[in-house]
């Protein structure tokens, strides 16, 4: 009952046009930033351990640019519910999609890695819209399983097969011999049992998942990283494909982990107010 509501509800909101959705997400930045200060202190906190050597004033500039963004990334996500694959493409352009249908066509997988960054939710079905070959956008499935049901069918809406990051490794052992594109949001919080390694990024000694660059080897594919970024306008983005990896046996151990989280940092630090500050992202401490 609590699917069929939720659902219903995100169904009827969706119906909306879009400059009646900005209307409310202009309300919501107000209501988060203002009055209830929506995880303000992880915002801020983040901010400053992540960009030390800017000031108080500059640092309260970017997250009030992120609570600016983030409630239109909510509606726009609502959107998704009802969005047509025309307007998707219309609201998402690609600047190279070659880069990533070229290792299709020779008959490789492709492991693409993205971040939290600008819409990923739009890109999901920007991505779905690309190429027949299968895609498996990797997720790490909520605690409430009545938001995760209800959304992973809204992502899988133009053919997308959204796959727990544990079943990732069967999933592509299936379709051995058939080209396909896996996708991993690699900025998430990994659990202490699912990695041991940190780097330094974002100017924190940060834990992160190891599974592209794992994945990328056993499979032999290429890394291609996606980069979202969102344009002037409001409510348009762009997606730009970048091959990290041609061939992961030429690289040692831990150096494709590196590779993709230095370029996403190098986007991130180039506009910061489109990642997700309210992340509690360095929860995870190394361990004594």
Same mark, same amino acid.
């Given at each position: 009952?609590?699917?069929?509501? %939720?659902?219903?509800?995100?169904? *009827? ?9 900005? %209307? ?25 351990? +992540? ?23 909510? *509606? ?23 880069? %990533?249908?070229?290792?299709? +066509? ?47 069918? &809204?992502?899988?809406?133009?053919? +997308?097969?959204?796959?727990? &990051? ?17 996708? %991993? ?12 390694? =940190? ?21 032999? +594919? ?18 730009? =494909? ?20 230095? =370029? ?25």
């Amino acid at each position: 009952m609590k699917q069929k509501a %939720l659902n219903a509800l995100i169904y *009827v909101i969706s119906l909306l046009p879009y400059w009646f959705l900005y %209307l409310i997400s202009d309300g919501l930045y107000y209501i988060l930033y203002y009055m209830i200060g929506y995880r303000k202190g992880i915002v801020f906190q983040n901010l400053e351990n +992540a960009f030390p050597e800017k000031t108080e004033a500059e640092r309260l500039v970017i997250a009030k640019k992120f609570y600016r963004f983030f409630p239109d990334l909510l *509606v726009e996500s609502i959107k998704l519910k009802t969005i047509s694959a025309k307007e998707v493409k219309r609201k998402m352009t690609l600047e190279n999609e070659e880069e %990533l249908t070229r290792h299709l +066509a020779a008959g490789k997988n492709v492991i693409g890695v993205t971040s939290h960054y600008a819409n990923w939710e739009l890109g999901i079905h920007r991505l779905s819209l690309i190429t027949d070959f299968p895609t498996l956008i990797v997720y790490k499935p909520l605690n409430n399983k009545d938001i995760d049901t209800v959304y992973n069918t &809204m992502r899988g809406r133009f053919g +997308a097969e959204m796959v727990p &990051m544990k079943q990732i490794l069967r999933h592509i052992v299936k379709l051995k011999g058939q080209p396909n594109v896996s996708m %991993l949001v690699a900025d998430q919080t990994p659990l202490y049992s699912d990695s041991d390694y =940190f780097i330094n990024w974002l100017n924190q000694e940060t834990l992160v998942y190891t599974g592209a660059e794992r994945l990328s080897r056993i499979s032999k +594919a290429p890394v291609v990283f996606c980069y979202i970024g969102r344009k002037a306008k409001r409510g348009q983005y762009f997606c730009k =494909f970048v091959t990290l990896v041609e061939d992961p046996s030429e690289f040692a151990e831990h150096e494709i982990t590196d590779l993709h989280n230095r =370029f996403a940092e190098q986007i991130i630090r180039e506009n910061p107010e489109y990642w997700l500050w309210s992340h509690n992202r360095w929860k995870r401490k190394r361990r004594k």
